[in-house]
């Protein structure tokens, strides 16, 4: 029922466009096209940028902007390894979506995707408009070699929090009834803007990695041994991490993990690379299970698995999902009692996967909260369904 006042809008589109090209330069013409049966909501486009220069026939000190069909400037950014990344409007069901690159200064935003290493613990921490993260970065501190796993932080605030958080300015620092952490208290009176109430303790936490021995025992990734953020903002934050060799029959293994947070989006996209394996072998992808009755949700066909955390009285309540776009087996494992002690979960929902020497294996992680933007965990359940089939049929996207 959507689709015959899109259909105006599109024709709209196109007359703006039309009237737009008789005044100002050709430029570069971006289509980007739904193949889907949903709309697609806050999906980032990402572009070569030297071809996008060769095709504009400028050099790499022009500046240039993009441009919607209502002429308005799009935020973009430049990555790290030269990819134009900018998110488009809402693309309706299998409709079209236009925009032009056309020299000119870009306007000033402010960043929504960003972070850094924070002296307190060695943490590197990141969020976007959406959700907040950290992990475990390098620490002299031998106790933390268990501290492999991601954090959850939640906010409802569309602004970067996580410095407010470790410098304990604007606004007062409050209890956290369900764990030891503070949380920033909202300037109105309300709940808390930004809560670190997720307990990673010395599990996989909110999506990390482990690979599996002949027996099937977890390899826990080891200690953080380096770190670099490759981008900063305004729209993606990419870091690379590296962990102490573990050794898995006869060979000294390596982990690399490249993670990026895209701004508007609830999952992180992470690439993990184990150097110096010689065969193929099993790796897990775990979201921490702290009741093993939790509510779950997982499909091995369409290759997501989620669920809901007990509901916290004081700070409502934790999603976590992740999705991949390759094949997978879903499943829930239960630790034994002393790994449960060890671990201070009960079990974990999984994603499994043959590793191949050299192989990089990419699959996306993330959270949501019940106080900003997931009143269920049905809302929840559906974005994950969502976020699923939008790997399957990506967007496609042309330049002309």
Request: charged residues 20%.
């Amino acid at each position: 029922m959507l689709i015959k006042p899109m259909k105006k809008i599109l024709l709209l589109s196109l007359i703006v466009f039309s009237l737009l090209s008789c005044n100002e330069p050709t430029g570069l013409l971006v289509e980007v096209y739904n193949p889907t049966d949903e709309v697609r909501i806050n999906e980032m486009v990402e572009l070569d940028y030297a071809d996008v220069l060769h095709r504009l026939e400028l050099t790499e000190d022009t500046s240039i902007i993009v441009l919607d069909v209502h002429g308005f400037q799009v935020y973009y950014q430049i990555t790290f390894n030269n990819k134009l990344i900018f998110v488009p409007h809402p693309v309706g069901v299998g409709m079209t979506d236009y925009y032009r690159i056309i020299p000119g200064v870009p306007e000033h935003f402010d960043a929504c995707a960003v972070g850094a290493h924070y002296d307190r613990e060695g943490d590197i921490a990141w969020e976007n408009g959406r959700i907040a993260f950290c992990v475990s970065g390098p620490e002299k501190d031998v106790e933390r070699e268990r501290n492999c796993g991601y954090d959850v932080w939640v906010k409802r605030v569309d602004t970067p929090v996580i410095p407010q958080y470790f410098a304990g300015i604007n606004g007062d620092s409050v209890a956290c009834e369900a764990c030891d952490d503070v949380l920033i208290a909202d300037t109105l009176g309300g709940s808390a803007i930004l809560a670190d109430c997720y307990d990673v303790g010395a599990s996989l936490g909110a999506g990390a990695t482990a690979l599996l021995d002949a027996q099937g025992n977890m390899l826990y990734p080891r200690r953080c041994e380096a770190y670099k953020i490759l981008n900063n903002g305004p729209l993606r934050f990419t870091v690379s991490l590296r962990y102490s060799p573990i050794v898995l029959d006869g060979d000294t293994v390596v982990e690399t993990r490249v993670i990026t947070l895209n701004e508007a989006c609830q999952l992180n996209k992470v690439s993990v690379v184990y150097h110096h394996l010689t065969k193929p072998v099993q790796v897990v992808t775990g979201i921490a299970l702290h009741d093993i009755d939790a509510l779950i949700e997982h499909d091995t066909e369409l290759r997501y698995v989620a669920c809901a955390e007990p509901t916290d009285s004081v700070n409502g309540r934790v999603y976590v999902g992740m999705a991949t776009a390759i094949p997978v087996q879903t499943r829930v494992a239960c630790l034994d009692e002393e790994e449960q002690a060890v671990r201070g979960i009960e079990g974990y929902l999984l994603m499994q996967h043959e590793y191949q020497p050299g192989e990089i294996y990419t699959y996306y992680t993330g959270a949501g909260w019940s106080e900003w933007g997931f009143d269920t965990p049905d809302d929840w359940f559906s974005y994950m369904r969502s976020y699923a089939k939008a790997l399957a049929s990506p967007l496609r996207v042309t330049m002309k």
